[in-house]
């Protein structure tokens, strides 16, 4: 089994998906090494699912913070000092836009799950704005952060079907189910060492070759 990888992970709500790591991590074996759960909202339920897993917590909230710097600042400080300097730094509905300082310093590193097939429909109201679109298909992207909105290399992506009378919600309890699923294992590739970020090139490198389409979709159990 690979050493364990130091990960940090920022959540602002309910962290269903911090719960999917947390359980397949667990159950799986897998080679993460959760060290600490930092929200922005003292309030979110995901501190207490990091909590009954006996991972440490850390509530930084960006209304005590003069501007988004000193906020990420304060972000920085304590994921260095739970995860050292090789963490992986997992962004799991973490609600607040990063300066680009921040996310240039942890590039390479930074992770983050869109309810989307990336590159359509960035940004919010994904489920309706497929619907609306006619989409016969709608999934989850998990890729690497850089300066840009929902944009960055991708990692691993499963698609999930739109279906008749779907409504936003139907859809994205669907898709909800995927991230679960897909999450845990693109950090596993992560942490195996088979998927990397070309930082000069922004590419995303499996086994240090470009990664294809076809390694980049991930086969979801039929429903």
Do not use: C
């Not at 501007?67 to 920085?76: E, P, S, T, V, Y």
């Not at 260095?80 to 590039?107: K, Q, S, W």
């Amino acid at each position: 089994m690979a050493e364990a990888l130091p990960v940090v992970v920022l959540i602002s709500g309910n962290g269903s998906n911090l719960q999917a790591i947390i359980d397949a991590t667990r159950e799986q074996r897998l080679p993460l090494d959760i060290r600490l759960v930092v929200s922005n909202r003292p309030e979110a339920y995901g501190l207490a699912r990091a909590r009954a897993a006996g991972i440490p917590t850390r509530v930084i909230d960006h209304h005590d913070h003069a501007d988004r710097a000193d906020f990420d600042g304060a972000l920085a400080t304590a994921i260095d000092e739970y995860g050292g300097p090789n963490a992986l730094v997992v962004l799991a509905g973490f609600m607040r836009i990063l300066t680009d300082e921040f996310v240039n310093h942890y590039r390479g590193r930074l992770v983050n799950i869109h309810p989307s097939l990336l590159p359509k429909y960035k940004g919010l109201n994904t489920h309706a704005r497929v619907l609306a679109a006619g989409e016969r298909e709608s999934g989850a992207t998990v890729h690497f952060v850089t300066p840009a909105l929902d944009d960055g290399p991708i990692i691993l992506q499963a698609r999930v079907p739109v279906k008749a009378g779907d409504t936003p919600e139907r859809l994205a309890q669907r898709v909800h189910a995927a991230e679960h699923l897909l999450y845990p294992r693109a950090l596993t590739l992560i942490a195996q060492g088979t998927v990397r970020m070309d930082t000069e090139n922004n590419l995303t490198l499996w086994n240090d070759q470009p990664a294809t389409p076809e390694q980049q979709q991930l086969d979801l159990p039929a429903a």
